[in-house]
């Protein structure tokens, strides 16, 4: 099984920048879609990004294109999220998550139970 760690979340102004990190044990991530995901109070888990297992192709929520950019790092078994001109409407748990889905959007709908999660990290954004 693999165990998902997310890290770099914290609180933020509007307008700022926050890179968020997973990192990944217990197998490789080589052969796995992987994405980020997010939810808010009273609201249901979405998925912000996604990526597929070549990397060649990535999708995004209309909310955060051109704002934030989903990569990973195979040789070091790690995704990255980075986020810039943070609104406060981006404020949620993010969670890293990664399963064996043959496209960015197939990967980005998945809903949890299915694949692999992180506990997820907190993202404020607030002045």
């Known amino acids: 099984h693999l165990q998902l760690v997310e890290s770099g979340g914290g609180l933020v102004q509007p307008g700022g920048s926050l890179r968020l990190s997973c990192a990944v044990s217990?197998?490789?991530?080589?052969?796995?879609?992987i994405g980020w995901f997010r939810q808010a109070p009273g609201k249901e888990r979405e998925g912000v990004s996604c990526?597929?297992?070549?990397?060649?192709?990535?999708t995004y929520a209309t909310s955060v294109k051109g704002r934030f950019t989903i990569s990973r790092d195979n040789a070091k078994n790690t995704m990255y999220l980075q986020m810039n001109g943070l609104r406060p409407e981006d404020t949620a748990v993010y969670y890293c998550?990664?399963?064996?889905?043959?496209?960015?959007?197939?990967?980005?709908?998945?809903?949890?139970?299915?694949?692999?999660w992180g506990q997820g990290t907190q993202v404020t954004v607030s002045s």
């Open positions: 217990g197998g490789t991530l080589d052969y796995y879609a």
């Open positions: 990526i597929s297992s070549d990397g060649g192709s990535t």
């Open positions: 998550a990664a399963a064996l889905r043959a496209t960015a959007q197939g990967m980005c709908v998945i809903r949890p139970g299915i694949g692999y």
